[in-house]
């Protein structure tokens, strides 16, 4: 069975900081690699997604995802974030053996992003 | 394009009531799931359909059931309803199965169950 985890479940910035989310994930096969976030009041929106080639993917808002397949990892990641980045974030699976659309997501990741 | 809308968006319910739950997935896609988000358990599968054949199903108890309908519409039900069932139910639209495609969700249904 395929499974998610997310390091820090709750992450606090000041404005400009650094971001840095951990995703480690367990599957045996191909998969496909995404990053979700969830403003408050919002419903789910695709940050980024890896499905092959260059494992370094940039998304919206300036964020950015590596695929590190030996260590099973898409760690998510911003140079610099802005009050308006605080949101909920998860990372999401989903396995390609046998078809099917199904994602496995994490715990995620609170970020409250201070002035 | 139209995103993915549900409905209704807020429930009431009490237990061992019924409740069916609507999804209208973006137009042209064909594959639509259903997500259970909870505080205690995060956001997990409940099935899959992909046209109208059941693909996919998450470990939740026979009460959950769905179908979908050939213009890729998709309901949910929940019978003999527990308090445990009180969750936001999100479902997702998907063009179909190829690798990459990208899940959109919809805004949910607030399901509250007394």
Known sequence: ?115 | KAGVTQTPRYLIKTRGQQVTLSCSPISGHRSVSWYQQTPGQGLQFLFEYFSETQRNKGNFPGRFSGRQFSNSRSEMNVSTLELGDSALYLCASSPGLAQGETQYFGPGTRLLVL
């Open chain 1, 1 to 115: 069975a395929q499974s998610v985890s997310q390091h820090n479940h709750h992450v606090i910035l000041s404005e400009a900081a650094s971001l840095e989310l951990g995703c480690n994930y367990s599957y045996g096969g191909t998969v496909n690699l995404f990053w979700y976030v969830q403003y408050p009041g919002q419903h789910l929106q695709l940050l980024l997604k890896y499905f092959s080639g260059d494992p370094l993917v940039k998304g919206i808002k300036g964020f950015e995802a590596e695929f590190i397949k030996s260590k099973f990892s898409f760690n998510l990641r911003k140079p610099s974030v802005q009050w308006s980045d605080t949101a909920e974030y998860f990372c999401a699976v989903r396995g390609l053996t046998g078809g099917g659309n199904k994602l496995t997501f994490g715990t995620g990741t609170q970020l409250k992003v201070e002035l």
